[in-house]
């Protein structure tokens, strides 16, 4: 429900109604956003840890082990188990620093970044019909509602993201 003020000024009213439906329609949504590499991930046991981890080296190919334990926001054991898997199996290549020879800076094999063009072009395609579906009004507003319900440390590290790779 939408209401003016006398001061022309338009203002948002939302019931617990209709925020309880928008609540279980992003937990809908994410399911199936999530469903096609779910499927993927399921026939080489990996999970979605492999996959937000595969996206986001794919983003920044040589990004360090801290880098992105701080954009995952996961602890160091958990991304170690699942960084430990996609270098066994030829995914994920880790390379000592040139710099700091302690860091480890990560980079996709070809078989890993053929993996997460799979994973994407699934999410990809389901997120491209939905945009067509609902057109690019709807697109823009969808993404100031995300953006919102970020924290402001998480937004500003989304939105850095975003400038360096825009």
Do not use: C, W
Request: no cysteine.
């Amino acid at each position: 429900m939408v209401e003016t003020t006398t001061r022309g000024e338009t203002l948002l009213f939302l019931t617990d109604e209709q925020l309880r439906k928008g609540i279980e329609a992003m937990f809908f949504a994410y399911r199936g956003f999530t469903a096609d590499p779910d499927r993927i991930l399921a026939d080489l046991s990996y999970g979605r840890a492999h996959h937000r981890a595969l996206h986001f080296i794919n983003r920044n190919q040589g990004t360090t082990v801290n880098n992105l334990l701080k954009l995952l926001g996961v602890t160091k054991q958990s991304l170690n188990r699942v960084l430990r898997s996609l270098i066994e199996d030829g995914l994920v290549e880790s390379r000592v620093g040139l710099k700091d020879k302690r860091e480890r800076h990560l980079y996709l094999t070809e078989k890993g970044a053929e993996l997460e063009r799979q994973l994407s072009e699934a999410q990809r395609a389901r997120m491209r019909a939905a945009y067509r579906a609902a057109g690019p009004q709807a697109v823009a507003g969808f993404r100031q509602v995300l953006e919102a319900m970020m924290d402001d440390k998480i937004r500003a590290q989304y939105l850095s993201l975003m400038d360096a790779n825009s």
